[in-house]
T-cell receptor, first 108, second 116 residues
Framework: LAKTTQPISMDSYEGQEVNITCSHN???????ITWYQQFPSQGPRFIIQGYKTKVTNEVASLFIPADRKSSTLSLPRVSLSDTAVYYCLATGYSTLTFGKGTMLLVSP | DAGVIQSPRHEVTEMGQEVTLRCKPISGHNSLFWYRQTMMRGLELLIYFNNNVPIDDSGMPEDRFSAKMPNASFSTLKIQPSEPRDSAVYFC??????????????FGPGTRLTVL
C-alpha cells in the first residue's frame, strides 16, 4: 500500500485559497489519488479523485504532477465551514488506508 | 437516498456487556465496511464484506469482535464482552463498483461507543 504524508495541521482565514500537499513516493501504477473530508462528529466524505494532471469539481481542485509522487488539494476561497480534517489516500484495488490527515482550521 | 444508516448513534455500556452496532448500507451498494476511529489510532478498517460475504477481517482486534451481514441491506458489529478500550466511534461505509469515482466509499454518521 502506498504510504501518504501530509501536514498535521494548517491554518487559514476566510476567503483565502488553501493548498494542502500530499506526498506518495511509492504510489502504484493502478492507484488513484483520493481526498476525503471529515467534519467533527461525522464520517469522512469523498471530495475529489484523480489519476494525473488536474481535476476540478464544485468543491476543490486536485493537481497531480507527471511523476505522481505528490498531489495538491486546492480549496478556493475557504469559509469557516471548511474547517475539517482532510485525508489524502492512494487508492487501488485494495481497501482504503486512512492516515492522520491534515486538520485545517479556518478563522474569521 | 437516505445514505448509510447506523444505529444507535450513541451507546454507553458497562464493561463486560454485549454491544451490537447496526448498519444499513445504501441500496444497491454491494460492499460494506466497518471502521473504528480513536484519537490515538485514527481511522482503522475492521472488516469488509462484498456481496454479503466477509472478505477481509484482519483488522478485527480480537475474538471479542464479530460481524455479520445476513442480507444486502443489513449488517451488525458485535462486541462481547466489551472493555473500556473499545470506546471509540464506529463507522459503517458502503460502496458501489458501478460508481464513477474509483473505490469511493460513503460513510454513515457513526456510533459513539463508551464502555465504562
Amino acid at each position: 500500500l502506498a504510504k501518504t504524508t501530509q501536514p498535521i495541521s494548517m491554518d487559514s482565514y476566510e476567503g483565502q485559497e488553501v493548498n494542502i500537499t500530499c506526498s506518495h513516493n511509492n504510489i502504484a501504477t493502478n492507484d488513484y489519488i483520493t481526498w476525503y473530508q471529515q467534519f467533527p462528529s461525522q464520517g469522512p466524505r469523498f471530495i475529489i479523485q484523480g489519476y494525473k494532471t488536474k481535476v476540478t469539481n464544485e468543491v476543490a481542485s486536485l493537481f497531480i504532477p507527471a511523476d505522481r509522487k505528490s498531489s495538491t488539494l486546492s480549496l478556493p476561497r475557504v469559509s469557516l465551514s471548511d474547517t475539517a480534517v482532510y485525508y489524502c489516500l492512494a487508492t487501488g484495488y485494495s481497501t482504503l488506508t486512512f492516515g492522520k490527515g491534515t486538520m485545517l482550521l479556518v478563522s474569521p | 437516498d437516505a445514505g448509510v444508516i447506523q444505529s444507535p448513534r450513541h451507546e454507553v455500556t458497562e464493561m463486560g456487556q454485549e454491544v451490537t452496532l447496526r448498519c444499513k448500507p445504501i441500496s444497491g451498494h454491494n460492499s460494506l465496511f466497518w471502521y473504528r476511529q480513536t484519537m490515538m489510532r485514527g481511522l482503522e478498517l475492521l472488516i469488509y464484506f462484498n456481496n454479503n460475504v466477509p472478505i477481509d477481517d484482519s483488522g478485527m482486534p480480537e475474538d471479542r469482535f464479530s460481524a455479520k451481514m445476513p442480507n444486502a441491506s443489513f449488517s451488525t458489529l458485535k462486541i462481547q464482552p466489551s472493555e473500556p478500550r473499545d470506546s471509540a466511534v464506529y463507522f459503517c461505509a458502503s460502496s458501489d463498483p458501478g460508481q464513477t469515482s474509483y473505490n469511493e466509499q460513503f460513510f454513515g454518521p457513526g456510533t459513539r461507543l463508551t464502555v465504562l
